[in-house]
Every structure is written in structure tokens, then in C-alpha cells.
């Protein structure tokens, strides 16, 4: 009667399950011009509203007069800071401990913060009502420089005065947020007093943004004839954002539904809560009209979350053979007016004490002063777990900066400090326990794939010629070896606003044998719908294309932190995996009621149970979720559904290798990417298709941001870059070509070994870009120099080493 | 990016166009392809009341080579430059400038007319057209006229066209010897951070005539006629082009911004030239 079976290799490939290279499944409708996005929405009767933005970086408000405004036929209304002030939302928490101005209230501490909210019966009618309203401002002095701020008796919070204590501890002047320290401080200088070589670099890591392509927003819908809130929005966290609106509003959780479309990119942007969300609520309560709000891409890049602007001062100390024995790091951050960095509420600089790196470091010490300024609030983690491009660059830069001063070649140096596969799981000496890895077996296979030493020969010849004339070109090598942190997190350590970071995942499998999981997460470009389906597949043996998956919808899906920090497979995916194995569990009691054998005699075999020592006898998984439906088994319930809440063991520790060879023209200052090698390790792959997108995503953002990318100020505080015409956002033209190869290091702890991946390219590639600028003017005597590495900055650079003339 | 209400017209006769621009004086504005215009009511730094697209405007498309000479009408797009296979034979130098304007999608918007007439310093069209010395044609109400490409930027966005007249072409001879459009920008889609038109006559191993123009380097396109000047006579070696690079640099006034500081794009633009020279010879 099996004649008809396919084989066993058939009935897996049937399911495309882990390892399958599966087409999105997202893909049809968003390349027909067929997605959701918030913008799509558009609800009966709805109104628009746009805000009124400061012109000035510090500035207080004497006044606002509406009136102009409010008689512009079409207009609903204009709230101000007054207006938000008897419901108590004029201000509203952020997600580090902090408290951010929804509307202006007396002040304004940065360019394009909001001052007014006008709602009207269009788009057109908002932005003209804009410009009728009339601001009077009082320009105060601006700070944009952190150290000046830490010295200046100008008060930029002053809501904040006579506060010594912050959300971090101690606050040691009226503009510092915090000090967090990590390791061992009075050990490291011991070290570093005692050592055969020590050295010290300052870096700064440049202020930049996400730039989503899609800006954010959200539509607003109160019903006030059931007293319900529906809150559709660009968010990468919807449960979250739910209870959060429910604690500043006072609205039950019950009677709020938050609901993220399709999202056009989040990279860290969307993942805090801005002034729009807040008054387009505000504005559907008043108006008792749905009411959206859009912002443009200058609201964008000039007022939602920044990245990074780090100023990072290291100091390194080794034996005189390259073995590094301590690392000391300060950290100046620039934290803009409010402190709304999207991080866990114990890691108020997020995981910067990752600053070790793939490196045996035996002792280390890490403290970080936030700061504020007259600049945007955020601080958010631009595609990488929470400030984790920051440590990595640090330290990447640390072992060139060291390889020079040991007249090293700095792929040596690495390899003599990797942590080696035996020390895993390895304790760090700022405090993590990395779960697994292989850098030797990575690092070994990337030099041999580039051909290390032949690119190391040929440089050596360019230098030659460039130095008897017959180039104007030079060479440079970049190497990096990151190691991620990724997955957060344990609910011991890990929470936002006091929730947990777990994540979860519900499945209802049909009765035909086709099934739908829920998650807590959020895909914003990442291929849930497809990835998470495949983990199911190979989990309960149906085929992926038979299981839908669902996320962003709060009245439907599980309790879940959202999608950011590379947490979704290494926590959601996990959740799904366990809760594919209650299916699974429940499924084998069905299979042995059906069979008429014991529940341990039968065994799972890709997409069927079959009895043990007899696999003609089986029952598919098809045939067993009809018999749940139909069937009265004794001590069964009927159905077939599970529940899992994931709470993470551990962080998963993903890494790579990657070696960027750039040819630099120093009279122009243009680099040329000749080749971009890249070798991952996330663990478990579970599409490899997905992986390469994302790893070709990730590196060019990294390409932007060594290379372009940046939100920069004036004197004034005025935003430099505040349109795509001088942010830099590569196209297809600029980008290089990539080389991907992967190894694979199981997480230990997680249900399928699996890692995340989405943001390791970013990580690694930021630092690989910068340092190939930097070794090819390492013959010339360059220590370090700063990001971004545009053309005139590069030409700098060679002008400052006496290259030109 | 939502602009001011603005009433939209679009004629079918330049008459018609010049009627509404005597109408409605400062508030009216013509648009050609408006790849300038509409970003710039957007953002409302300009507000236009009366917006007057010429797209169905006759007479002001078309390419026509006759006798040596070439005519553009003011809609031709930089697309048209790029594929029309007559233009690209008699004066390359059009092609090989369109090529690094923008990117596709402006280009097949994006026309000659707007290019030269907006007077934005950004625009690589109009050094070129110092470079080959061409004539821009106006028609207003006292009727057309023409003005030397060399004479008719005063400053940014401030040209010799009166607010009442429309540029309907631009005529030049078909240049002879080699060319080069040299440009750097940060990336696609990007104005230069410096630029060079190079028109080259060589005759008898030796430069005849040069025509030289510089772009995003001034807060106008900068015919340097002393750069060329240097060049002449000599066989366009290194220390001919040095003196070229020298004198080009006592035209232009570049300023400070997101592309970098005024000693960079110096440094640049004797760079660009040098390359641009270089190439010109190298095809003359």
C-alpha cells in the first residue's frame, strides 16, 4: 500500500523546511505595488494632521496664536502644549528611564521639535494651516558639543533642575544623564600601568540615522460609542506600544488594538514612541474622527531616532609578541535633548560592554557619560542589538591602532586573541558568557579565500609605485572579526518599561492539515511569513506553504516585545520551534491512539508518525490534525493548537569575517570597493536566501555610513543633512559587489541553533569599510581618522600626510 | 513636502504662455519638466501661484542639425540628448554631460530648456553651453532674442530673462575636435562637486583653440577664457595644463558645503580639469 510514498529526502523537500532557500512569500504582493503600508490606510471621515516644528536647536516658546490658523476654512483644531497638559500627555516617558515633550511646553531644546499639532480635512489644508501659525520664540544658547555642554551653565532641561539622581544614578551636572560602568577598573589600570605596550586612540562615531524608506506615522481611530482605540502605526514593537498607550492614557489595555501593516523598514527607527503617535490619539479622542498622521522624509532624518554619536577614547595594552592583556574604553554619548534611547532599562548604553570582542581579553573596564544636547533625541541601534556597531568599531579600530604600534600585521594580532573554540562558552570580562563559536576555523577560511597574502604583496608593490610616481592610487586592506550580541533577552536582565523580553508564538493547525501561527514580532522587510513557516515545517511536518503566518495585530497575536535587535529568531523563532513541539507532543498521542499502539511506539518522521520497527504503518500529520477534529480520544481534548512564551536562557553570540579591498584615489578622494568578502556564522541557517538579502542589505548600510552617511550640525544646531540630496543613501550604482560565505556554529541553547542574522552585516561591515580607508594610508603614517569617509574627508586625510605635492 | 495651492494652466501656444506671464507677472512661473520647480514648491521655498506647464506647448521640442549648426528646443529632455544618434555624432560632448545628470528617471523628464534657463549653479547644462558658446534663445512680449550662453547668468537663479519671457531654444555650431565632461559627485542623482566642459582643437600637434567652462564652482557656471588661453600653442603637456589648472583657479569662487570646504573642491577642481583637458586632447 506505499508503493505511492515518496522516499524520505522527497517527503522533507516537500515540506521547505530549515535550510530550504524559499521564495518570500511577502514578495507577490509587495512587488506588484500591492503591500499595506500605514499611508494606505484610510479609514470613513478621516482627518490629517501635521505638526508646526521649531526652527531653532534652544529656544524658549513665549507664545503661539492659532487664530489665523483655526479660521482657515477645514481646519479642526491645533493643539499646543496647553491643550495636552489636563490629560497629563504634553509629556510622555521614553524608553530609558527618561521623559520627552510630546508638544513644546515652554521650551524647545532641539531643531524640528514639535510645537503644535494642526488636524485638518486634508493633507494640503494641514500644511498650509502650518505656516499661518504664528510661534514666538526667545533663542537661548545651543550646545551640539557634549564635553562644552558638561562645562556650560546653560541649563537645557530645566524641568530636570535640582535632580541629582537620573534613571542610571547619579547625575554629575545639570546636562550629564548618567555614568554607566562595566569591569574592573582599579584591575585594568594595573594592567595597563605594568604593560609592556600600551596604547590610546580617540574615535568619534558619527551621529547618523536609519532612514527607513518609509518615514513613520500612525492613524488614530477612537470609537466612542464602545470606548475602543484602534492605533494602526509604523511600530516595531505593537504590544508594547499598546501598553504603553494604555499607561499614558489611562484607556484599558482591553480597549486599545494596536496594529503595524505592512512596514517599509524599521532599521531601529520605529521601535520608541514619537509626539505624532501621541497627538493623532489625542486628536481622534477630541475630533471623535479617525485622524492620520504621515511625516515627510526632512521630518524624518531631522527629528525621529538618530544612531550613534559616540565619542569613544580607548586605551589597549598587550605584551610585546601581540597578546592583548587589558582594555580601558570612556565613552562620551550624545544623547540630543531627551534621553529616548531605545534600549533595555538595565543597559542605559546598551550593550557597549560587548566591546571585548571575538578577543581573549582578560580584563577590561567601560564607562559611558550620557549627555544632553541641543540635537534630536534617540540613540537608537541602526540595524545591530543595542549599540553594538559602536563596540565593534571600537575595538576593531583598537587592534589596527595596536597592530601599528607592534608594527603588526593586524590579521595576525587577531588570530594570536581570538577566543578559541575550546573557551566556549567563554565569560567575558565585561559580563557576558558568548554561547559558541569558531573564529579560527572563519578566519582562516576568509584570509585563504581572498588570497590574503598576495593582496597584502600587491599593496606593498602600489606603495612602491606610489611613491616613485606612477600612481595616484592607493590600496587598502580592511579586515574586521565581530561578534554579535544579539537576541535580547533573558527576562532576568532583559526588559523595556518593565516588560519582559520574551517573545511568543501560537499555533492553530486546521483540519484539512494547513495551520496559522501568531508572534509577538513584527517583520518590517525581514520575511517572517516565510522563515518562521519554514521552522514550523520542519517542527511539525506540514508543508510551509500550508501554514500562514500573522503578525502585528494585538487582538490576534501573542504577547511579544517586537521585532529589533536581531531578537526575532533567536527568541520568536525559538517560541516557535517549542511550540511546534507541543503540536508535535500531542500530535504522537493522536498518531498512537490511531494506531492502535503506545504513545512511545511510535516515532516522528519528517511529515508522519510511524510505529517503531513497522513504517508501513504510519499516520500523516495531515491525517492526524483531521482526527483531531473528529475523533474522540480519550484524555485528548479535541483540536490542535499550542501556546509558547519564550524566555531566552542566554543571548546568541553570532560573528563573522569580512575583507574589504578599496582602491583610493587621493587627488579625488573617491574610494573604489574591489572586492567585499564576506563570511557569516548565525548558526543554524534556516533560508539561505533570506540570509544573503539580508547580509547584502546589511553591508550596504554599513557601505553608507563609513562611507556617506550623516547627520551632522551647525554652530546654531541647525541639521546639515537633512534631505536624501546630502544624506547619503546609496543606489544600486554606488554599491559594491558582495562575496558571502558562511560557517555554522550552533547556538547551544536555542531550540534550532539558530542566531540572527539580520544585523551582523551592518556590525562587521561599518568597521571593514573604515579600516581598508585607513590601511591604505597606514604606510603613510595614519593612526585614526574619523567616519564618515566621504571624498573630501579621504582627501583630507591624504592632504594632512603631505600626498598631494 | 506638501506645496501652497497653486492654479495650474496648461496652454497650448506660446502666445498664450506669454499672455499669462503679463497677467500674473511675479506670481506666474513656467515648467518644463519641473525637476527643479516642483522639489522647490514642496519644500515651499518657492511659492508659485500660477504654475504654467509647457508640455503642450507647440514649437518647443525637437532637434534639428542643419548646416553645422544645432538647434535644441527648450523641451528636448536629456533623455532625447542621450539617444539621438545625429546629436551624439556632431557634438558628444551634449551625450556624455546628459549621461551624468541625475539618473534615468529625471532624464526622461528633465529637458534642455529648464536646465539652462533656472540658473541654478548645480545644473551641468549651462557650462557646457558656455563651453560651445552657444545662444539662448527668449521670446516675450516685444517678441524673441537671442543672448550668449556667456551672458546670461548675473547669479544664483538670476539670469538675463525677464520674468515676461520664455527661452523656446538654444543654437550653438557643432563643435569640432575632442571633448571631455568631467564630473564628480557623491552619488548618483548628485550635483557636482566640481565640474569641467572641455571643447579642443589640435592641430598640427598642437592646441588651436580650447574653450574651457567650470560648474558648480561659482554661484554661476565660469567660462574661463585665460584657462584656455594658457593651453593654446602648446602641446598640452603637463606644465601647459598646470598653468591652465592656475588660471581657471583665479575664475572660479567655490564655497564651503556638505561636499567639503573651499580647499578641497580647489584642489578638486584643478583635478577635473586636468582629467577633462587630458581626455579632450587624447580624442581631438
Redesign the interface.
Known amino acids: 500500500m506505499n508503493d505511492m510514498t515518496p522516499e524520505r529526502d522527497e517527503r522533507a523537500a516537500n515540506l521547505k523546511g530549515l535550510g530550504c532557500s524559499r521564495k518570500r512569500v511577502e514578495d507577490a504582493r509587495f512587488t506588484q505595488g500591492k503591500g499595506n503600508y500605514v499611508d494606505d490606510i484610510k479609514l470613513p471621515g478621516m482627518l490629517h494632521g501635521d505638526f508646526v516644528r521649531s526652527p531653532y536647536a534652544h529656544a524658549r516658546v513665549i507664545s503661539v496664536n492659532k487664530d489665523a490658523a483655526m479660521a482657515l476654512p477645514g481646519v479642526l483644531a491645533v493643539l499646543t502644549a496647553e491643550d495636552l497638559s489636563p490629560l497629563g500627555l504634553h509629556w510622555m516617558p521614553t524608553l530609558a528611564g527618561d521623559k520627552q515633550m510630546v508638544l513644546a511646553d515652554g521650551k524647545v531644546l532641539f531643531q524640528g521639535q514639535e510645537v503644535a499639532f494642526v488636524v485638518a480635512e486634508d493633507r494640503y489644508i494641514a500644511a498650509d494651516a502650518v505656516e499661518l501659525i504664528e510661534v514666538e520664540y526667545e533663542e537661548l544658547p545651543v550646545l551640539t558639543d557634549p564635553f562644552e555642554a558638561l562645562k556650560s551653565d546653560v541649563v537645557l532641561r530645566e524641568d530636570l533642575a535640582g535632580q541629582t539622581e537620573g534613571a542610571h544614578g547619579p547625575r554629575k551636572h545639570h546636562n550629564h544623564i548618567f555614568t554607566w560602568e562595566q569591569g574592573d577598573e582599579a584591575a585594568t589600570n594595573q594592567v595597563m600601568d605594568n604593560a609592556e605596550v600600551v596604547v590610546t586612540e580617540s574615535m568619534y562615531y558619527h551621529r547618523t540615522h536609519p532612514c527607513p524608506l518609509e518615514t513613520c506615522g500612525s492613524v488614530a481611530s477612537m470609537d466612542a460609542v464602545n470606548g475602543k482605540l484602534t492605533l494602526y502605526g509604523t511600530f516595531q514593537a505593537p504590544h508594547a506600544i499598546r501598553t504603553v498607550v494604555s499607561l499614558i492614557s489611562g484607556i484599558e489595555e482591553h480597549n486599545i488594538r494596536v496594529v503595524s501593516p505592512d512596514i517599509g523598514g524599521g532599521f531601529g527607527n520605529k521601535v520608541g514612541a514619537y509626539a505624532g503617535y501621541v497627538c493623532s490619539v489625542v486628536a481622534s479622542i477630541v475630533t471623535g474622527r479617525p485622524v492620520k498622521w504621515v511625516e515627510d522624509r526632512m521630518e524624518n532624518l531631522m527629528t525621529t531616532a538618530f544612531a550613534r554619536d559616540y565619542w569613544m577614547t580607548g586605551k589597549i595594552s598587550a605584551t610585546k609578541e601581540g597578546k592583548i592583556t587589558g582594555l580601558h574604553c570612556q565613552v562620551t554619548a550624545d544623547h540630543g535633548g531627551f534621553d529616548a534611547c531605545a534600549d533595555p532599562t538595565k543597559f542605559p548604553a546598551g550593550f557597549m560592554n560587548i566591546c571585548t570582542g571575538s578577543y581573549d581579553i582578560p580584563v577590561a573596564y567601560l564607562a559611558v557619560d550620557g549627555v544632553y544636547t541641543n540635537k534630536a533625541p534617540g540613540g537608537v541601534s541602526y540595524r545591530c542589538s543595542f549599540r553594538v556597531t559602536e563596540a565593534v568599531y571600537f575595538i576593531e579600530r583598537m587592534i589596527e591602532v595596536l597592530a601599528i604600534e607592534l608594527d603588526m600585521d593586524a590579521a595576525d594580532l587577531r588570530r594570536i586573541n581570538f577566543i578559541k573554540k575550546e573557551q566556549f562558552p567563554y565569560q567575558s570580562a565585561l559580563g557576558w558568557e558568548y554561547d559558541s563559536g569558531d573564529y579560527h576555523r572563519a578566519w582562516d577560511k576568509v584570509m585563504e579565500a581572498v588570497d590574503y597574502e598576495g593582496l597584502r604583496k600587491e599593496q606593498a608593490e602600489r606603495v612602491e609605485a606610489f611613491k616613485r610616481g606612477e600612481t595616484r592610487t592607493l590600496m587598502g586592506i580592511g579586515l574586521c572579526h565581530f561578534t554579535e550580541i544579539v537576541g535580547a533577552g533573558p527576562v532576568k536582565n532583559c526588559d523595556i518599561l518593565g516588560l519582559g523580553m520574551f517573545d511568543s508564538c501560537e499555533i492553530r493547525i486546521h483540519p484539512t492539515g494547513s495551520a496559522i501561527a501568531r508572534l509577538g514580532t513584527i517583520s518590517q522587510g525581514q520575511g517572517h511569513a516565510t522563515t518562521f513557516a519554514q521552522i514550523l515545517a520542519t517542527e511539525i511536518g506540514l508543508p510551509a506553504d500550508s501554514i500562514t503566518i500573522e503578525e502585528g495585530d494585538t487582538d490576534t497575536a501573542p504577547y511579544g516585545l517586537g521585532t529589533y535587535g536581531s531578537r526575532s529568531t533567536p527568541v520568536a523563532g525559538a517560541a516557535t520551534a517549542m511550540a511546534g513541539r507541543k503540536i508535535r507532543a500531542k500530535a504522537q498521542m493522536i498518531a498512537a491512539y490511531l494506531l492502535e499502539v503506545h504513545d512511545n511506539d511510535v516515532e516522528f518522521d519528517v511529515d508522519r508518525f510511524v510505529v517503531k520497527g513497522a513504517p508501513e504503518r504510519f499516520k500523516t500529520m495531515k491525517e492526524i490534525a483531521f482526527a483531531s477534529y473528529n475523533q474522540a480520544i480519550p484524555g485528548l481534548e479535541p483540536g490542535l493548537e499550542a501556546v509558547s512564551y519564550y524566555d531566552p536562557p542566554n543571548m546568541t553570540y553570532p560573528f563573522g569575517a569580512y575583507v574589504c579591498v578599496m582602491d583610493i584615489d587621493v587627488d579625488t578622494g573617491v574610494p573604489e570597493i574591489r572586492r567585499f568578502y564576506a563570511l557569516d556564522d548565525c548558526g543554524t541557517r534556516i533560508n539561505p536566501m533570506i540570509i544573503e538579502g539580508q547580509i547584502h542589505g546589511g553591508l550596504t548600510e554599513a557601505f553608507a555610513v563609513a562611507l556617506g552617511q550623516e547627520i551632522a550640525y551647525d554652530k546654531q544646531g541647525n541639521v546639515k543633512n537633512g534631505t536624501l540630496m546630502d544624506f547619503f543613501l546609496p543606489t544600486a550604482w554606488e554599491v559594491p559587489n558582495y562575496e558571502t560565505d558562511h560557517t555554522v556554529t550552533p547556538s547551544p541553547h536555542h531550540p534550532i541553533g539558530a542566531k540572527g542574522v539580520g544585523e551582523s552585516p551592518h556590525v562587521g561591515g561599518v568597521p571593514c569599510f573604515s579600516n581598508a580607508v585607513h590601511d591604505a594610508f597606514r604606510p603613510f603614517g595614519l593612526k585614526q581618522t574619523n567616519m564618515p569617509h566621504d571624498h573630501w574627508r579621504i582627501w583630507e586625510t591624504a592632504n594632512k600626510l603631505g600626498l598631494h605635492d | 513636502?506638501?506645496p501652497?495651492?497653486f492654479d495650474y494652466h496648461r496652454p497650448t501656444k506660446v502666445e498664450d504662455v506669454i499672455a499669462l506671464l503679463e497677467e500674473h507677472g511675479d506670481d506666474a512661473r513656467v515648467m518644463a519638466g519641473g525637476h527643479s520647480l516642483i522639489p522647490m514648491m514642496k519644500l515651499?521655498m518657492a511659492d508659485i501661484p500660477h504654475l504654467i506647464d509647457l508640455q503642450d506647448v507647440g514649437g518647443l521640442g525637437g532637434i534639428s542639425i542643419e548646416s553645422g549648426r544645432i538647434k535644441l528646443g527648450a523641451m528636448v529632455t536629456q533623455h532625447e540628448i542621450i539617444n539621438h544618434d545625429g546629436l551624439a555624432s556632431a557634438a558628444p560632448i551634449l551625450r556624455e554631460a546628459a549621461l551624468q545628470i541625475a539618473?534615468p528617471q529625471v532624464r526622461y523628464m528633465g529637458t534642455i530648456g529648464g536646465n539652462v534657463a533656472n540658473g541654478d549653479p548645480g545644473n551641468d547644462m549651462p557650462g557646457l553651453m558656455q563651453c560651445i558658446d552657444a545662444q539662448i534663445e527668449l521670446i516675450g512680449p516685444g517678441g524673441t532674442r537671442s543672448v550668449a550662453a556667456r551672458d546670461y547668468y548675473e547669479a544664483a537663479y538670476m539670469t538675463d530673462r525677464e520674468d515676461d519671457e520664455v527661452l523656446i531654444s538654444i543654437s550653438f555650431a557643432a563643435p569640432s575636435g575632442g571633448h571631455a565632461y568631467e564630473k564628480?559627485k557623491?552619488?548618483?542623482?548628485?550635483?557636482a562637486?566640481a565640474a569641467a566642459a572641455v571643447q579642443l582643437v589640435k592641430d598640427d600637434g598642437k592646441v588651436a583653440s580650447v574653450s574651457i567652462a567650470m560648474t558648480n564652482l561659482s554661484d554661476v557656471p565660469v567660462w574661463s577664457e585665460a584657462a584656455g588661453a594658457a593651453l593654446v600653442g602648446t602641446t598640452c603637456d603637463s606644465a601647459a595644463i598646470k598653468a591652465a589648472v592656475s588660471a581657471m583657479l583665479a575664475d572660479i569662487d567655490p564655497s564651503e558645503d556638505?561636499?567639503?570646504?573651499v580647499?578641497?573642491k580647489r584642489?578638486?577642481a584643478g583635478?577635473?580639469l586636468s582629467r577633462a583637458v587630458t581626455r579632450a586632447w587624447d580624442r581631438a
Do not use: E, W
Open positions: 513636502m506638501i501652497a495651492a515651499r539618473d564628480q557623491r552619488k548618483i542623482g548628485d550635483y562637486t556638505n561636499r567639503g570646504p580647499a578641497f584642489h578638486l583635478i577635473i
